[in-house]
């Protein structure tokens, strides 16, 4: 019997599947459950439509964040912060403040994309990864100044 899976089943498939199921299987559990509905050829349709949508979406959401990457990539933020005489910073430099500073250059990039390989704890320039998503990233530089 072929079936739809309305939900994740673990060991069957994902939700949006179309599976072909023992009898027993598809009426005694998926169908009993509402795991699962019967296959028709409007439903097949319309799952095969979803499919295609969501493909489009997520291709133009990835050549957005190709597009943002390219546009920030070698780009530098200043970031001022409270420091000593010696330059020793108080405290450290955090994503939150790299991302207000691209916030003023006019990209909008959330805090937890941006990814430094060590703290920020002294003034000067450090290099930044912002990994917008799965092999998408750009480099940044953040220049660290005293606070006036």
Same mark, same amino acid.
């Given at each position: 019997?072929?079936?739809?899976?309305?939900?994740?089943?673990?060991?069957?498939?994902?939700?949006?599947?179309?599976?072909?199921?023992?009898?027993?299987?598809?009426?005694?559990?998926?169908?009993?459950?509402?795991?699962?509905?019967?296959?028709?050829?409007?439903?097949?349709?319309?799952?095969?439509?979803?499919? =295609?949508?969501?493909?489009?979406?997520? /291709? @133009?959401?990835?050549?957005?964040?190709?597009?943002? %990457? &390219?546009? #920030?990539?070698?780009?530098?933020?200043?970031?001022?912060?409270?420091?000593?005489?010696?330059?020793?910073?108080?405290?450290?430099?955090?994503?939150?403040?790299?991302?207000?500073?691209?916030?003023?250059?006019?990209?909008?990039?959330?805090?937890?994309?941006?990814?430094?390989?060590?703290?920020? =704890?002294?003034?000067?320039?450090?290099? /930044? @990864?912002?990994?917008?998503?799965?092999?998408?990233? %750009? &480099?940044? #530089?953040?220049?660290?100044?005293?606070?006036?």
């Amino acid at each position: 019997m072929k079936v739809i899976l309305k939900a994740d089943v673990k060991g069957s498939g994902k939700k949006g599947d179309i599976l072909e199921v023992s009898d027993g299987y598809a009426r005694n559990f998926l169908l009993k459950k509402g795991l699962a509905d019967i296959a028709t050829a409007t439903g097949i349709n319309e799952i095969s439509q979803r499919k =295609k949508a969501d493909a489009y979406h997520k /291709a @133009e959401n990835e050549k957005s964040l190709r597009e943002l %990457a &390219k546009q #920030v990539n070698g780009k530098e933020v200043t970031v001022s912060i409270r420091a000593g005489e010696n330059g020793k910073v108080f405290g450290s430099v955090t994503t939150g403040q790299i991302a207000a500073a691209l916030e003023e250059l006019g990209y909008d990039i959330d805090k937890k994309k941006i990814v430094l390989k060590d703290a920020i =704890k002294t003034l000067g320039a450090f290099d /930044a @990864e912002i990994r917008l998503m799965e092999g998408v990233s %750009a &480099k940044i #530089v953040v220049n660290v100044i005293p606070l006036a």
